[in-house]
């Protein structure tokens, strides 16, 4: 099985979690999806600054 892809539609990716690919998930002013595939583990993160930006509380990336 690889480390990364889908399963049943769902994202997952086993990797060692990195700071960088934490902050890519988590605080992207860059990506304009509010869910992006998991850090660690199966299923979605959610990018806190897209959906700080929708809510109009941040502001353009």
């Known amino acids: ?3 990364t892809g889908r399963f049943l539609g769902i994202p997952y ?3 060692a979690p990195t700071w ?3 902050r890519q998930r988590w605080w992207n002013p860059e990506d304009r999806r509010v869910f992006t ?3 660690f583990g199966w299923g ?3 990018n806190l600054y ?3 930006r929708r809510l ?3 502001g353009r990336g």
Do not use: H
Request: overall charge positive; charged content about 35%.
């Open 1 to 3: 099985m690889s480390k």
């Open 13 to 15: 990716d086993f990797r």
């Open 20 to 22: 960088s690919r934490m």
């Open 37 to 39: 595939p998991k850090m």
């Open 44 to 46: 979605w993160d959610v």
């Open 50 to 52: 897209e959906l700080l």
């Open 56 to 58: 109009g509380l941040a």
